[in-house]
């Protein structure tokens, strides 16, 4: 089991706990792309840990998490593949019909710095300040690395122009405002969320 691999990938990987029947493993480089690679419409796919399988098509993403779920009944249900079938213990994957923006909640969270990919990096360390400060989502596997975001599509519209709002203000000086800081406890602002909800034909 390896997250964020998907199906027909080859790739390098570091095993990161064995057990009886299965091992888990971190994903370290992509040899070869995955079956079904589409477009991902998100520039922030690849270091973001909100989606994990936006680059698949979506039927083979609902097959893909189908066979997880399926692996996992069996590796750490200790089911067989036979029980699942007689008894009808899983059942398929109920397809949606609406791939993006339809999360009512989406949370934010704040930090001192934005992470940027190794691309993207300068020489030496990223400046301070509040020009720096992040407003985004954890980068995968790190709880002290937040990717600054400006637009989620897994939220709504009206959730995406109040964060842009947010984005463009909050860092002004003459607010005060400081993000937390997870190690030195300091700061005053760590999360931001955002609900929608639909009302008849009103969306707030």
């Excluded at 934010?108 to 990223?126: A, I, M, Q, R, T």
């Excluded at 122009?161 to 909050?170: D, F, G, R």
Aim: include cysteine; proline fraction near 6%; aromatic fraction near 10%.
């Amino acid at each position: 089991m390896c997250d964020r691999a998907l199906p027909g990938e080859r790739f390098i990987g570091r095993i990161t706990r064995k057990k009886g029947n299965y091992a888990e493993a971190t994903k370290l480089q992509t040899l070869t792309p995955p079956f079904h690679t589409v477009y991902a419409p998100c520039v922030y796919v690849p270091h973001c840990g909100g989606c994990k399988t936006q680059n698949l098509a979506y039927q083979a993403q609902v097959k893909a998490k189908e066979e997880q779920v399926r692996d996992l009944i069996i590796h750490v249900g200790r089911f067989s593949q036979k029980e699942l079938e007689l008894h009808g213990i899983m059942k398929p994957i109920v397809p949606c019909d609406i791939q993006f923006h339809y999360r009512n909640k989406m949370e934010f969270s704040f930090g001192p710095y934005k992470w940027l990919p190794k691309e993207l990096l300068h020489e030496g360390n990223v400046d301070g300040g509040s020009e720096n400060y992040a407003l985004g989502l954890h980068v995968p596997g790190f709880f002290d690395k937040i990717i600054n975001v400006d637009k989620c599509l897994l939220q709504t519209d009206p959730a995406n122009k109040v964060l842009a709002a947010i984005q463009e203000c909050w860092r002004d000086p003459q607010l005060g405002f400081s993000p937390y800081n997870v190690h030195s406890h300091v700061g005053f602002l760590k999360h931001l969320m955002l609900r929608s909800g639909k009302y008849l034909r009103y969306e707030i």
